[in-house]
């Protein structure tokens, strides 16, 4: 009886059916057109969906006679409680631990401290160059909202336009840096908001780091313990007992769990799943049957990719909303100038941490291959420019409701953000992939590719079995492989000591690669290395 | 930013984040508890859901001080836009296509004949024993409505209790009737509210059977038409090339396309969706690369899973809404007697269907072999007799927005439609293990039983590959086995020329088993057997 039901309790609503229809239509578009388009080395499914979303609010806008571009009516929360979590949870799951790991001071460094000093640099500017464009009264919170808004960066496009196995140094960097921004964005923000402004000194300097580290630590913590809980359970309760269903299940519910508990506890639920993700892929992802390895790697990598597309889908249908267009239609001039204000701050922001964090950042590196060569550290300043629905999500929320009378002003930082996104996303997005190729024509760390990858899809896909082989070359070589390395690099002597306690400790309670008993119930255990 | 932005957004929603963790947590503690609880018999995940939503809504209300018994408060879409369409896509993707088709006219014959019949007994029986009862005003209109919801059977709870393996011919019988009674339910309820209802003629008769036929081959053909299209895009566009996710994201997409399409214009969207699945397990199934079989196989077996415990789970919880009972607390035998009334005339319309109509089918069939045994008949009534969401979301549909003044006959029906709800749910889905192996200790249909499933879940698991296997074998020796059966089963000789013609027009165009070429590419194609 779902239909008449249906019909009855949402008489009102049939047009929110038929925008779901059409929003699914669009979604089975964009990935027929992305494939299609996967030959051109310069598009990717994000700008397609990018651009068939603005295509799509311009036919809406003309049938509706210039009312709507909209088709659904999203919240925030849609994007905050739905799509980002599977986005970040499947990049955890998927990232290659040794390189993460390997560059995590570096990651750490560009994420908290970069991100300060882009904020700084934006707001300063702001501050400097909307005196000169007639904007609207702002006070110094709204500036350093403006600086904390921009200094955002999105880590989904990261995903889309840098490649795994193409550039893992790079990869690594500035993802990784994406992740760890959220968490200094959420301690900015506090900040902003709750401390005296006029009178920033030492002790709340100390604070402030203080709230970082607790943060940062917490975060991560929760993310570790779901993981290791659900790799626990899974290995007590359900191995070689070919639950599949209920183990991928758990797995899903478990990590989505981790990211509402950081949410429910003011934690970084970006850090907290990414690191649950990171875990459990370490630990039960080899507790569970064949069918779920296989099960969970390409269905988590699926709902991210489904939620990625979705996203630059609504982002690109919601850039033509011409509620917002209105208020700046007798000042295109304004508009202009801020969005490029704005783009121009967030080039020298980036700049401004990027080559001094990496100088930095080398100076510790002995060995002359591990240092951050000046063309990739341009690639890392390029590929951190883009600026997306985070920003977007900041935005709407600063200035739709922050009960500013100056309703102008605000419609301008709206729309300027929507062209800075817009903007940065194609622009920034389609030079990417050119740049890589014209600046690392051969990039050094191709050791452990997989040369024969006929498309680029396939290669920015899981190679968690490879990883884990590298990791078990770890284990069967307990020691680093030289003096040198030892002396150079201090992160292998963590990672030798890290090995000990993992195969000491870790893996006999929580399994892992090799710590599970091998089950000859399963017909599909030899062939494992195939799936890789 | 995301929690930061999180709180300042939805800072009066922070008691849905609440929930919504408490909710995800006993989803995770139902699926644990459930495998626990595996070795018995008895028991099931659905009624473990059950239960523990009614512990959870008693501990809610304890400490909310009567208050509240809700954790998220949910519309009827919900259901039937998130939930309900993964399940029966599901269930049409794993069905054992051959005993479903061989033993269609029964189920046609079950799920249209014999739901009218129900809602005619039913409805009757309620005018008759109402009387007796204080209940309420009711006028015609809404007898037969309360006939209409208590004819509803609950597909869900069927697929939790029959399994596929165990019961083939059963489980076909049962959960296609529950299918097909949707399309049936739809044109009753149009019939119900446009029809002149004192004077029913021949005419009308005609025109409500014409309807029933033009909503199910409309929604048969919808849901047949979405998965070749699928099958199409997926063969011409992707074979061969390794893309899993744009696969699995397509074929999930298109499923649900299907069902929106079929909402959208008001046709049965669980028949097109059922369909949709036959269909995609028939050709676009075989048409991706290994790991998506795999994935799509085990994924949307989990989707439906899970949605199945969140369903059970929140009608539990729901049951103790303390506002639906504030009413009825005056006067419990009303209530009682409603509840008891009702119970009989669903057990007593459902017996009076099954047992004629499975005498009629067997008389259409020759071989002894084919009929349906008392037994069998018996477990048939008894499988069918639960009712679950669907009741639940009619009855509130037509006793909380259809401007009765009478709200204490309202509350009453409210009251007695979940009281029946629980009871059938519960103490039927209970006994019917101990029923069926009691009455069917050795079922005949077990030629294609796998012998060493060692768990009930995996009983209830996809067999697509085999299935397939048998679809080959029959592709193999093009011809009916002996002219016996060709004489005694039409069905046989309609499947004969359905394979001769799927072989020549359908495979070739839409791929499918044995028709989509070779991959030498693809490492793992050599192992697919092992994988069923």
Redesign the interface.
Known sequence: ??????????TS?HSS??S??LF??L??GC??I???LEETRWMNESITALVIGVCTGVVILLISGGKSSHLLVF???LF??YL?PPIIFNAGFQVKKKQFFRNFITIVLFGAVGTLISCTIISLGVIQFFKGIDVGPFDIGDYLAIG?IFA?TDSVCTLQVLHQDETPLLYSLVFGEGVVN?AT??VL??AIQSFDLTNINTQSAFHFLGQFLYLFLTSTLLGAFTGLLSAY?IKK??FG??????E???M???A??SY?????T?????LTVFFCGIVMSHYTWHNVTE??R??T???F??LS??AEIFLFLYVGMDALDIEKWRFVSDSPKTSVAVSSVLMALVMAGRAAFVFPLSFLSNLAKKSPNDKITFREQIVIWWAGLMRGA?SM??AY?KFTTSGHTNVRGNAIMITSTISVVLFSTVVFGLLTKPLISCLLPHPKHTTSMLSDN??P??MN?PLLEQDSEADLGGREVPRPRSIRDLLSTPTHTVHYYWRKFDNAFMRPVFGGRGFVPFVP?S??ER?EG??A
């Open positions: 009886m779902a239909p008449e039901l249906f019909r009855m309790l949402a609503d059916v038929v779901m229809n699914v239509a979604l089975c990935i027929v992305g494939h299609l919240s925030e929360d905050f409680i980002l904390a955002a959220d964005s959420v923000f506090n359970i309760l359900y007992r070919h639950s599949t269903d209920r991928v299940a758990l899903m519910l478990m989505y769990l509402m508990l950081a949410e429910l003011n934690l970084s639920g970006i069918s779920s296989i099960t790697k390409h269905a990598a699926t990719f489904v985070v999500a900041l929320n006929g498309t899809k396939s896909m119930a017909p599909t062939n195939q799936w």
